[in-house]
């Protein structure tokens, strides 16, 4: 009775081992559907395949038939299946080894099937899907060891699906998604080890929905996304590992959502942002290890924001054809022009910041530590013309009004003066206004068209 005990157990394991085994070292590719339903017949016990998996054919509907595979050893690619309509099939799929690859599936709504994996060892690539509205299906995804790319899927409006995921190792890539409003639905993501990139997506309008992620190993780039106008969403960004980039985006407004980086190390860059007038949130950011690029942004009036990056961390200076910016005088900026082998590039600004001497003059202003000019006083027109008027905030009487010009030469002298003040033989240009109050001397710039 034993013996026939020990055989059965014995049969049981090999009947066992024969129905759950590697398959398939060479791949294998689908394209009908017929081949799907036929997989369990042509290859029975195949639930390990070692090789590659290819599924593409324009009558393939379902993959009921490839519901007993539960590991990949090489890629997945779902490819150009004009009438399927779900992964169901896919359902005891725990891993794959390589990369998975979901494109060009138009009738493809969800992803659900996929709910099995956990890690991607290598990438996740999601191209023109055209009828994708949801990522559901992916929610069990925890780290993708490569890149994931969303690409082209313009029905998608958020990244729902994805609330698990922690961990992108290579890139990041979101881009040309017609329908994407937000990034709601990377609420676990926590860091990024290469690029992040948003590129040409054309409704986003912020970036909510990465509110945990602290670290990006390479570049933020942020890339022709027309209708953003705000960035909020990367409150808990610390430190980017190599470059911030703001391209093209023509309807930024300000970096409100950059609140808490710290760190770059690789540069800063502004450039074609045609409406962004506000760097103010940026007043965390220590540190830059590169250059700073701030070229065609024709609203930008200030550089305020940038006053706490250290000097040594700047590499490189550009400050170019942004028609109203006048005002590059901060900390930073007049820390970096005092460094004798400075790199600096600052032309085709408005007055006050259209040249390295004008920005020099006025950092020589207001590193002298005095009053501020507004407290006691305010002058107008701005830019001025012939006649100058003081408005004095108390009453004072002004003991004396002096005029310098850029290069520090005393171009007006008054005693006593009284408003208006004429100031027609000034030529257009830069100056500094000293007004001296008993024993009270207070600066500013003067603009004069």
């Given at each position: 009775?034993?013996?026939i005990t020990i055989l059965f157990i ?73 009438s399927l309509t779900s992964l169901n ?188 007038t506000d760097l103010t949130s940026l ?167």
């Amino acid at each position: 009775m034993k013996k026939i005990t020990i055989l059965f157990i014995l049969y049981i394991g090999f009947q066992t081992a024969a129905f759950s085994q590697g398959c398939l070292p060479d791949g294998i590719s689908f394209s009908t559907q017929t081949e799907i339903d036929n997989f369990q017949t042509n290859y029975p016990g195949c639930t390990e395949i070692e090789g590659w998996v290819l599924i593409s054919g324009a009558d393939i509907t379902n993959l009921d038939g490839l519901n007993n595979v539960t590991s990949i050893g090489d890629y997945l690619e779902i490819m150009d299946n004009s009438s399927l309509t779900s992964l169901n099939g896919l359902g005891s799929l725990t891993s794959i080894e390589s990369y998975l690859n979901i494109s060009n599936n138009t009738l493809l709504t969800d992803l659900t099937g996929l709910n099995g994996l956990t890690n991607i060892n290598y990438s996740l690539q999601l191209y023109s899907n055209n009828s994708l509205i949801s990522l559901t299906g992916l929610n069990n995804v925890e780290a993708i060891g490569g890149h994931l790319e969303i690409v082209g899927q313009d029905a998608l409006t958020n990244l729902s699906g994805l609330e698990s995921l922690i961990t992108v190792y290579g890139e990041f890539i979101i881009a040309q998604n017609n329908a994407l409003i937000n990034l709601v639905g990377l609420s676990a993501l926590t860091s990024v080890g290469m690029d992040f990139i948003l590129w040409k997506n054309n409704l986003l309008l912020n970036c909510q929905g990465v509110d945990q992620l602290s670290s990006i190993g390479e570049t933020l780039h942020l890339y022709k996304n027309i209708a953003m106008t705000t960035i909020s969403g990367f409150e808990s960004l610390t430190s980017v590992g190599i470059k911030v980039r703001f391209y093209e985006n023509t309807e930024l407004i300000n970096m409100n959502g950059l609140n808490n980086l710290v760190s770059i190390s690789g540069g800063l860059e502004f450039i074609n942002n045609s409406k962004l007038t506000d760097l103010t949130s940026l007043g965390s950011i220590e540190s830059i290890d590169g250059m700073l690029l701030i070229d065609n942004n024709i609203q930008l009036t200030t550089l305020s924001g940038l006053e706490n990056i250290s000097s040594n961390t700047i590499d490189s200076i550009a400050i170019t054809n942004n028609t109203t910016l006048s005002t590059c005088e901060v900390q930073s900026i007049c820390s970096y022009i005092s460094i004798p082998a400075a790199v600096i590039n600052i032309n085709n600004n408005y007055i006050g910041c259209n040249s390295e001497i004008e920005v020099d003059s006025m950092c020589r202003v207001v590193t002298v530590p005095e009053l501020e000019f507004c407290d006691y006083y305010s002058i107008y027109p701005i830019p001025a013309n012939d006649k100058l008027n003081i408005l004095s905030h108390n009453n004072t009487t002004i003991s004396n009004l002096t005029i310098y010009n850029q290069f520090g030469q005393r171009v007006i002298f008054i005693k006593s003066a009284s408003s208006p003040i004429d100031i027609s033989v000034l030529k257009p240009g830069l100056y500094i206004i000293e007004i001296l109050n008993g024993k009270t001397k207070l600066r500013d710039k003067l603009i004069v068209r």
